[in-house]
């Protein structure tokens, strides 16, 4: 019998104790090991019992999550989630917590609202079960499921290829689990006269600008959330704002982005295989394309429409992934023409689209 995974569940919140419960036993792999009411009341818990994945809030009284995230990183490394609302406030908090060694930071489930509660636990039960697959280290500071949806929802699969191929390239990224760190990898990487960029890393409302802003600082190129319309220009990257979709689009010669709402793809909003299939319907064999490391399959079937299409393909290997799975399910698929490591990336697409 397949073991389930044990979930530790800390939240001064009895509501959302017990929503956050209910969402993940929902799910025949996981199990609830227990709940706290705040870290105390945790830590004695992980006395008697180690979970295997713990799902943390940020805001608590007597110690803040934080706080406790750091305690259980440099004593007994243990994946961790964080659960938060992500309030503007508090995305500098949340974004730390990255920084420490969260697994992954998802947003809180508002209560009442039967679609998003729906959609949360499609996101928690994902998030539970990469994060029971992460091996996390000491780390210290920086230096039976909803129907899944395809790309089909949100944009028709281009009947043909875009157009002749052309000397100016664009680069488009998909990332999930682990993607924050490897996506600053990558980026700060590049020297300014890069290719425009355009990613979508799986990451909640509220979330992507702070991130955004954090990356525009420490890169060379200009980073910033999308909004819609924006031009894809060299030495900038835009970031798909999170729970929105992100589309390329064509006018002319120019290239740009189409910021909209729709259902989940491939569990997520934004989803990879949206920018893809829309890379593959109007860029072509102009675009490069990156699948980074990540839980699921989200960005494999657009990939393999981009190749198709004549675009070149990348998959980070597995060896630099925290997580292999889209970058797996991509190269089982034949739509990947080039794995290699993460710090291989941005080398090779600087000389690939040197002008």
Known sequence: MKKKIRVLIVDDSALVRKTLSDLLTSDPDIEIMGTASDPFVAAKKMKIEVPDVITLDVEMPRMDGITFLKKIMSQHPIPVIICSTLTDKGTETAFKALEYGA??????????????????????????????????KRILPKKKAEPKLTADAVLAKPSSRAMVKTTEKIVVIGASTGGTEALSTFLEALPQDSPGIVIVQHMPENFTASFAKRLDMSCNISVKEAVDNDSILRGRAL????NYHLLLKRSGARYHVQIKT?????RHRPSVDVLFRSTARYAGANAIGVIMTGMGDDGAQGMLEMKEAGAFTIAQDEATSVVFGMPQEAIKRGGVDKIMPLQNIAPFIVQETRL
Do not use: W
């Open 239 to 242: 970031i798909a704002p999170g």
């Open 103 to 136: 697994v992954e930071i998802i947003t809180k489930p508002k209560l009442g609202t039967r679609q998003f509660l729906e959609e949360s636990k499609v996101r928690m039960c994902d998030a539970v079960k990469a994060a029971a697959r992460v091996h996390v």
């Open 262 to 266: 729709g259902p989940l793809v491939s």
